[in-house]
């Protein structure tokens, strides 16, 4: 129990602690950003499943083209 009201902060006095502790909150920020895309896509992806669309890599068909070429015009 004493040594959380030590006055001794060895940690802290080390020249590079800030350093190391900025990087490690930068690179901990990226790794939320990635987390926080990959739930957005995840929540884009079953509202767009709601919405009718299935899965990515499906086409739509044109329904307005005519099913058989045409002659083509000279």
Known sequence: MP??????RSI???????DQMEKLLADSLR??????AKVADLIEAQRLER??????N???????????PGPKKE
């Open 3 to 8: 040594l959380l009201f030590r006055r001794d």
């Open 12 to 18: 802290l006095k080390r020249p590079d602690a800030q």
């Open 31 to 36: 790794t939320l950003g990635q987390v926080c």
């Open 51 to 56: 919405q009718g669309y299935s899965q990515q």
């Open 58 to 68: 499906d086409f739509l068909r044109r329904l307005d083209q005519e099913q058989e």
